[in-house]
Nanobody, 120 residues
Framework: VQLQASGGGLVQAGGSLRLSCVAP????????LGWFRQAPGKGREGVSC????????LYAESVKGRFTISRDNAKNTVYLQMNRLKPEDTAVYCC??????????????WGQGTLVTVSS
């Protein structure tokens, strides 16, 4: 099982990036898709997720109003549009499929991450 995240890079504070994650169709249509991140020296934290059934979304307080999650069912792809980036958003971002919410334990299948670096 492979989920492939891409789109990371180096950006100045205040800038934007869009991450993409392609998932196997079976997982994409069956489970909630979530984005998580892990900053240097910290644990993995949930950023956002989107339901496979009704498209409802959930965001961590730290990214509300700046990040937007969306999905393209035709491409089995979930996106994370990140605007007004801050240095504290620097982390490895990865996607996962699970039953929902922002807790790591609720997700079973994980992809490799993509590094986002925000310079001040």
């Amino acid at each position: 099982v492979q989920l492939q995240a891409s789109g990371g890079g180096l950006v100045q504070a205040g800038g934007s990036l869009r991450l993409s994650c392609v998932a196997p169709e079976r997982l994409f249509m069956t489970y909630t898709l979530g984005w998580f991140r892990q900053a240097p020296g910290k644990g993995r934290e949930g950023v956002s997720c989107i339901s496979n059934t009704d498209g409802r979304t959930l965001y961590a307080e730290s990214v509300k109003g700046r990040f937007t999650i969306s999905r393209d069912n035709a491409k089995n792809t979930v996106y994370l549009q990140m605007n007004r980036l801050k240095p504290e958003d620097t982390a490895v971002y990865c996607c996962a499929t699970g039953i929902g919410g922002l807790r790591v334990g609720e997700y079973e299948y994980w992809g490799q991450g993509t590094l986002v670096t925000v310079s001040s």
